[in-house]
């Protein structure tokens, strides 16, 4: 018997249990494979500023008093970033520094404008608006025309922060189970039972952060929050030509939908993100499919070797603000983070973990955003999504 079963070893279900487990709760961690399986050890490691929707949509969406409350709390996620490094001594290379690079003029000043926007609006002084010349000069690519930098926000190795996070939780008092996958959750009166394979596991409470894998284990998450496979490669430590590639430091994404993400890693190695489907299996040739976005953006890699190459699930919504959700009186559940859950897939841990201690606001006011279902219910939500997402994917190259 726990306090509180949570499901899914990813950024979520750690931060949530390390923030449980500090407040005396008694906490169990089920993971079907190992903490950071999923999108939070394979992903980009980027540390961004604000929401997956930027200010001036949630302005529309929601007037400008919502959208200041859902900006701060972006900010205070990426400060519980650093506070988790920091306090827990976490090795994972965080360095700051992200660039939205833009393809064309129109979208070089639509990002600068946004950049002044934030100053503005909101206060936020740590954007550094570039042109043509200055974005080759943070850069090294002469494929675009121009964007910002933001030193508020910031990158780390994705995986190694995922593990200190499993630590710290555990060392707080966590029980952690890798290799555990959940058959069934069931919402009783005042308990929940859990079942695995072979055991039963009873709680006060329970935690679903499964995020892209959520198979399925609860439908009603699952209508909401759909998994997509991302893809990165790593190349040999670049040598040479490596002081021609981000001599800026920072990291690196650009504006069209399907983005391509990259930065540098501590040995010297391009990280390069980029291509995506909507298929249960990965391309034969991980390789290959990502070494064309980079060779675009950077043609003196494009002969470099590519040492490592791999893919995982991330999750989107229809709305593009992750889905926290009540599928049942005593389950919580946070995850469809949409490509932008580093930091907030911490704060979301904490966010679940503060309303576990029956403090919900926050957990409300994301809520209080509407995650639309997936159109086409169980047999065709996969195939619409998929013929969505790659006519937009198309539209990028059009």
């Not at 089920?30 to 961004?48: C, D, H, L, P």
């Not at 964007?147 to 008092?173: C, V």
Request: hydrophobic content about 40%; aromatic content about 10%.
């Amino acid at each position: 018997m726990s306090d509180i079963c949570i499901i899914g070893g990813g950024y979520t279900g750690l931060s949530a249990a390390l923030h449980l487990a500090e407040r005396g709760y008694s906490v169990l961690l089920a993971e079907k494979e190992r903490v950071g399986f999923g999108a939070s050890g394979r992903n980009g490691g980027q540390v961004g500023s604000g929401q997956r929707l930027d200010q001036l949509t949630l302005e529309n969406r929601v007037g400008e008093y919502k959208a200041r409350q859902f900006w701060l709390l972006a900010e205070v996620a990426k400060d519980l970033v650093a506070h988790l490094i920091d306090r827990h001594r976490i090795a994972c290379c965080y360095k700051p520094g992200i660039v939205t690079a833009a393809w064309s003029d129109k979208e070089a000043e639509r990002a600068r404008e946004y950049a002044r926007h934030l100053e503005a609006r909101y206060g936020y002084k740590n954007t550094q608006p570039l042109d043509r010349k200055a974005i080759f000069e943070f850069t090294g690519s002469g494929a675009f025309a121009g964007g910002f930098a933001d030193w508020g926000a910031g990158h780390l190795h994705p995986l190694n922060f995922a593990i200190g996070l499993a630590k710290a939780a555990s060392s707080a008092g966590a029980r952690i189970h890798e290799s555990t996958a959940i058959r069934s959750i069931v919402d009783q009166a005042g308990s929940v039972l859990i079942k695995t394979r072979k055991h039963q596991i009873k709680c006060d409470k329970a935690i679903v952060a499964c995020n892209g894998y959520i198979e399925e284990l609860n439908e009603t998450i699952k209508e909401r929050v759909a998994p997509i496979n991302n893809f990165i490669i790593a190349t040999e430590p670049l040598g040479a030509v490596g002081p021609s590639v981000l001599p800026s430091g920072t990291a690196v994404f650009d504006t069209r939908f399907v983005v391509s993400y990259f930065r540098k890693s501590h040995d010297g190695r391009m990280l390069f993100g980029g291509g995506e489907n909507y298929r249960s299996a990965f391309p034969d040739d991980i390789a290959s499919l990502v070494r064309k976005p980079m060779a675009k953006v950077f043609p003196q890699l494009d002969r470099v070797a590519i040492d490592y190459a791999w893919g995982g699930k991330l999750a989107i919504t229809m709305s593009r603000m992750p889905c926290f959700i009540r599928p049942s009186d005593n389950v919580i559940s946070a995850s469809g983070y949409s490509g932008h859950g580093v930091a907030m897939a911490c704060l979301a841990g904490r966010i679940l973990a503060d309303s576990i201690n029956e403090n919900s606001s926050q957990f409300n006011l994301f809520a209080s955003f509407e995650t639309p279902k997936f159109p086409g219910g169980p047999l065709f939500r996969s195939s619409l999504l998929a013929l969505a997402l790659s006519w937009l994917a198309i539209r990028d190259r059009i």
